[in-house]
């Protein structure tokens, strides 16, 4: 096994937040991201999964406490007090909780009686996950990246043949992540 150096500046040190159960009150940014730049972190990979103020038909998976839309700049602000980017995670497949769980959404979800992953070949779908895209990158004109989760793959139907199953959902994801990635805004 190699050996990275973390000194070296060719790779970013990012922190993840992931902010779903116990999410953090905004002083706390206050005070931890000057020790993240003291630290060498370069950067904050923010999941906000329910903690981000989804408008229109998501606005139903935001938790009562959700961060303002005031909120979201104050951190982002902070971030670049510290030289620290902020990359917005958005989850695009599987750990969709906070959204499948609710009566709206159960119609995408893979398999009816799990909440975690949404099925990408439902006509609803690539919709629901564009939208989150689009409010989380209005909300981020200043970052330089948006990260788009995709771990979790689905889960295999033991009743389909696996190599069968696994090779049309990875087609058909891919197809999925690459309008995902043309309709991001490119960088100059």
């Not at 950067?43 to 998976?61: A, C, K, N, R, S």
């Not at 609803?124 to 939208?131: A, C, L, R, W």
Request: hydrophobic share 35%; charged share 25%.
């Amino acid at each position: 096994m190699s050996q990275f150096d973390c000194s070296s500046t060719d790779f970013e040190k990012l922190v993840h937040f992931d902010l779903k159960g116990a999410p953090p009150v905004i002083g706390y940014y206050e005070q931890i991201f000057p020790l993240l730049k003291k630290l060498g972190a370069t950067g904050i990979l923010m999941e906000y999964e329910d903690m981000f103020p989804y408008q229109g038909d998501l606005q139903i998976v935001c938790q009562p406490d959700v961060y303002s839309a005031e909120e979201i700049q104050k951190i982002q602000n902070l971030a670049i007090e510290n030289d620290l980017q902020i990359i917005p995670l958005v989850q695009s497949f599987g750990h969709l909780e906070f959204l499948l769980k609710h009566d709206k959404y159960y119609e995408i979800r893979e398999i009816e009686r799990y909440p975690n992953a949404l099925c990408p070949s439902h006509s609803k779908s690539e919709g629901v996950i564009m939208d989150m895209i689009n409010q989380i990158l209005d909300s981020h004109k200043s970052s330089k990246y948006i990260h788009i989760e995709v771990m979790r793959f689905g889960t295999l139907d033991s009743a389909l043949d696996v190599k069968e199953k696994w090779g049309s959902e990875m087609e058909e994801r891919t197809s999925i992540l690459r309008s995902y990635h043309s309709y991001c805004p490119k960088n100059s």
